[in-house]
C-alpha cells in the first residue's frame, strides 16, 4: 500500500489524524506503533501550516505555562510601547476580546500549578523522542549544550536572573555567563551583548527535519497519508466517526484533530467552542552568514537564533491576528534582520532570505488542548501548543496514543481536556 494516498477513494482505519504538523504526525506516528491503522488527512506536505520552519528550540525549561502572574502588565506594557514583545492585529481586535480577558483571568499561580506538570511531561517526553529517533539514525540537526539568554541590558539581566530564580523551583537548570564568560563561548557576539543566561538542557533541531522524520517513521509503521482537505466530521454515536474529506469519506473509530489554528473550525459544529487564537511569528534563514555556536534568545530584540546546516535562522514576533493573515512582509523580515545585527556580527548589506510566516495555535491559559471533544466522545483534540509545538509534538503523540489505547496518564487530564473552556468561569 503506498504511503500518500491521491486518488478518491472510500477507506477505513482505526484512526483519522486530521492535519500533518508536528502535533498530528506525531500523534500518527505514536498510535502507528502501538498497532493501531491510521490515516493522515493533509492538504499537501503539512509544510503550509507553522511546524516546518520555526526557531528549532527544544526547551525543556518552558515548563511554566505562558498565562502566569505578571503575565498580564508585561503584555499591556507591551502594547504600548512601538515593536513590543506582543502585538494585536488592529482588524483582529474586536474578536479577540474574549480571548485576552481569558488570558488575563488564566494569568495566575493556580493556572502555573496546574499547568507545570503536564508541560514538564510533553516537554521531557518530546526530550527522549527526539533523543530516540536520532539515535536510530534520523537527520535532525540536533544541537544538545542548552540556549543561551542574551542580554543587551543590566535590567534586562536582573530579569533573566530572576527568571532563572524562578524557574529554579521547578527543577529547571541554568547557569549565568559575565561578558567575558559570554564573548569568550561566542566570539561572534557584538559589545552590545553584556552577560547571558544559558537554560542547560534546551537543545535546538531544524523542525522541518523533526517533522520529517516523524513522517517517516509513521509511514515505515503502516500510517497512510491522505492527500485531502477534511471538509466535515460526522460522529456515529461513540463508537465510530466519518471523516467528509475532498477526496472522499474516510470510515474510522476516532477522529484526532490536529490542525493547528484551523482546529476550532473544524470542532465547532460538533458544539465545542475552542479557544484558540493565531499568534504569528516570522522567521528568514541567512545561508551565508556567519552562525554562533549556541542557538540563542536575544532577550531586548526578542528574537531567537538558531544556527542550522542550512543557515543561522533568526525568527521573531508574536502577533494576534486572523488565521488568514499569513503574508510574508519584506519590511518585517529586514527589521529582524536589522535587530539581529545589533548583537551579532552580521556581515554589512545581509538581505533576509527563505521568509516565512506561521501561525501558532495559542490558548488563553498557554497549555495545550488535548482529549475527548465533550458531545463527541470519538474525536479527540490535539492543538493549541501555541509557542511550544514542536518542543512538545512527540511527547503529545505519545500522550494521544495511550488516550486512544485507554491507558491512564501520569498528569492529571482535565487540565488539558477540550471540556475546561466549557465550564462555568472557564476563564479561571
Ligand atoms: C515564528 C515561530 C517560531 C516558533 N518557534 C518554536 C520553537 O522554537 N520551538 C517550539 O517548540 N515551537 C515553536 N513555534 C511553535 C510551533 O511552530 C507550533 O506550536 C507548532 O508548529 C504547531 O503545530 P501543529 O501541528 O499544531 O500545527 P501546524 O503545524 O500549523 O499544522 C496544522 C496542519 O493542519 C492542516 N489543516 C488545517 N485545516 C485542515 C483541514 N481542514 N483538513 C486537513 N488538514 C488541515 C494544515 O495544512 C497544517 O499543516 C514557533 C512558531 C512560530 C510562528
Redesign the pocket.
Known sequence: MPSVVTHTAVRSADVAV?????????VASSAARRGMSVIV????A??????????????PS?VVPFASPGMVRAGLHSLLVRDGAFAVAPRAAVGLVPWLWRFARCSTAANVQRGVPVLRHLLHTTVQEVRRLATAGATLDHRDGGILQVCSTAAGLQALRREADEWGHWGVRTEVLDSAALHAAEPLLTMAAIGAVRLVDDA?FD?GLL?AAVTEEGHRHGVVSYD????RIEPRGDRSARVH??MGVLDVTRVVV??????P??CRPLGARLPIAS?????VTLPDAPKPNSPMLLHEQRL?L?PLTQGLRV????RLTRHEDRAVSSLRSHEIVRRAGQVLDLPVGTQPSNE??????ATPDGLPIVGALPNAPCVLV????????????PGTGEVVAALLAGDELPFDPTVVAPGRFARKGSGR
Not at 486530521?18 to 506525531?26: D, L
Not at 503539512?46 to 526547551?59: I, K, M, R
Not at 485531502?228 to 471538509?231: D, E, F, M, N, V
Request: charge should be positive; include cysteine; aromatic fraction near 6%.
Open positions: 486530521i492535519g500533518g504538523g508536528i502535533i498530528g504526525r506525531s488527512v493533509e492538504p499537501g503539512g509544510t503550509f501550516g507553522t511546524s516546518s520552519a520555526n526557531a528549532g528550540h527544544l526547551v518552558h535546538c523542525p517533522l485531502a482537505r477534511a471538509a474529506t475532498s490536529a490542525a493547528g489554528v484551523w482546529t473550525t473544524l499568534a504569528r511569528g516570522n522567521s531567537a538558531s525568527t521573531g514576533g508574536y516565512w510566516t506561521g501561525l501558532r495555535p490535539a492543538s493549541g501548543h501555541g509557542m511550544l509545538g514542536s518542543s512538545s509534538g
